[in-house]
């Protein structure tokens, strides 16, 4: 028999084990059909190319595919390779094969450059969304797998950067769709390319210890059987050297020699169901002392791709660890298969009723397909929405673009740069001119026609643009290019910034000054920073903060400079330690105190140092011995009616405020901040800006970083008084404000 014949005939009866009704006709003719297009053509390796997808379609049919998909796998090269078209496809086998088969074209299309991290995960992603149908895909993933099992005959470049490719997007894509088995051999055949020497390293090392691998993998495997079957578990144990890839990726990362790795051994023990896997892991570390975190259970809480077992490593003889999964077979169909599973159950169950659909929900929940759907419909149903929201396109230099879907070439141009969407004047998608608001496509390459002499973007691109990055990026050139509108606005946010700060205009623009101010808010000229406020740039508070330390800053400086010159001559207003009450004695020498004494008439009248009460504070007199009388604030504790003498009482006599102007009174306040520099500064920057006069003002550090500032200063009345107190208290870290004496 011809030997290719020979291959069909496998193929067929392979797919017939799995499906019992097949057209066989059907299949037969898809393979004359494809040896006939392909008549001719050689591989590299100079077999006939009809060996190619004849490989392809028998690997889809390891994974159990449906027919079509073992169809378009015999059909996947002859629409990109041969006179046939999609049409004549669609005719002898079907649209939904001549689609896939388009599918597979489409990926096969996809030029692959070097490329960082970021543009590897848009690239996978793009192609799981070209991909419409997920058959489409696993198709192409086992396309890709015999090329890579045929490589040694391309040329040592074309092996490196198919190996690449197939290393950094085909394998993460299988491993995301669960298909462990594939994504190992997929690793270890690129590995193969990529780093010859380290791949042959491990090949030799591992086959110069082949027997004592083996004879360590039969023991466990063995002493593991023999206790689960004493338990009555029923299962199957297997061992074996961990995959290269994943052998080499230790050996690189923790820089060690292939004796060294911690745990080259895995063991699978596959059961009937979840509670036998529980009890098997009893048994293992019974048997075993288990490693101390190294537990994963992934059954109760499966990975991304749907994998669960449960894994532990336990040590076993001569201290050799190694690792054991345990899992029933529905979880290791999953394992070994991932997505394409969901086929091989079907075959499963048409002899056993295994289950319900709940089976399948994890595809579902993957795929996020509409749900109650038969299931024919659902694997004829199987779309990739996993990237709905997303579109991938291409710059002309074949880098991927992640654009929301629906985007615009608008939105491609602001994704570039700002600048690029600025001096927009045209598109083209894949060649051809498009108008602006076309939407784009996954796979479209999209090229910017910029112009110098461009006018910027127009009104409505902010209704056609999709993202957020170009509908921004368009509003802030409207808003940089009305510069004069923007100095005037920016200008009154930043004024009435300034007032709300207590800092007038005058202040910050004087000559010796502005310089400073400038330099510190980082701007050339206040029009700039106007500008800046103007258009969002900035904002008035953040340009107000900065001024006002640096306002402060240079306060600092001038007080210090003050204060030098000051201990040179005499004394300054400021008394570090003193107690400004004692400024107290013998002050208010008004002629008239403003205050009324009930039945006495004109009298000499003191206010009391204790309270320092002021006109609208209520007030009581004492009658001292030969000092006239004190007035005190009625809530100054001296004053409370529990600690008058019984023999003083008739002392205590009732006094009022006289109506109308009076001259201004000395009080004191006590303020209690958290330490900080500038504090003094701050309070007298705010009792300045009160436009209050201050007789002394002193401060005075606590343990525990705290601080306290006595003010002796005179105020018209209690309300001037009030404000005062109020702006005392918006300063940052006070947080008490009190009058001397009183509450
Ligand atoms: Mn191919």
Known sequence: MDPILERYQALEDKVRSYTPNLDARRLFDAFTFADTEHHGQLRKSGEPYIIHPLAVADIVADLGLDVDSVIAALLHDTIEDTDATHEEVAKRFGEPVAELVEGVTKLTRVQYVTKEEEQMENLRKMLMAMAHDIRVILIKIC??????????????????????????????????????????????????????????????????????????????????????GQEGIHCSVYGRVKHIYSIYRKMYAQDKTLNEIFDLYAFRVIVDDIPECYNVLGCIHDMFKPVLGRFKDYIGTPKPNMYQSLHTTVIGRAGIPFEVQIRTWEMHQTAEYGIAAHWKYKQGMANKTLGT???????????????????????????????????????PNGDVKSLPAGATPIDFAYAIHSAVGNRMVGARVNGRMVPYDTPLNNGDIVEVITSKSAKGPSRDWLNIAKSNEARNKIRQWFKKERREENIVTGRAQFESELKHAGMKLEAITAEEVLPNILHKVRFGTLDEMYASIGYGGTTAAKCVARIRDEMLRLGRLQAEKAAAAAKSTAESTIYPGSNPLQELHGSNKHSDSGIIVEGLGNCLVKFAKCCTPVPGDPVVGFITRGYGVS?????????????????????????????GKLPNYKTALELSARDRDGLTLDVAMALSSAKVRVNALSARGLPDGYATVNIVLEVRDKSELTAVINRLNNIQGVYSVARSGGK
């Open 631 to 659: 007035v005190h604030r009625k809530d100054c504790p001296n004053a409370a009616p529990e600690r008058r003498k019984p023999e003083e009482a008739d002392r205590w006599i009732k006094v009022s405020w006289v109506e």
């Open 143 to 228: 396309d890709r797998l015999h090329n890579m099992r045929t490589m040694e005959y391309q040329s040592p470049m074309k092996q490196r950067e198919k190996s690449l490719e197939t290393m950094e997007i085909y394998a993460p894509i299988a491993h995301r769709l669960g298909m462990q088995k594939l994504k190992w051999e997929l690793e270890d055949l690129s590995l193969r390319y990529l780093d010859p020497v380290g791949y042959r390293e491990i090949i030799t090392q591992l086959d110069e210890r082949s027997s004592a691998h083996e004879e360590f993998l039969a023991s466990i495997q063995h002493s593991i059987q023999q206790r689960l």
């Open 357 to 395: 659909e709940e089976q399948f929900e994890w595809v579902r929940k993957l795929l996020e397909t509409q749900q109650d759907t038969d299931a024919e419909e659902f694997v004829h149903n199987l779309k990739v929405d996993m990237f709905a929201d997303e579109v991938f396109v291409f710059t």
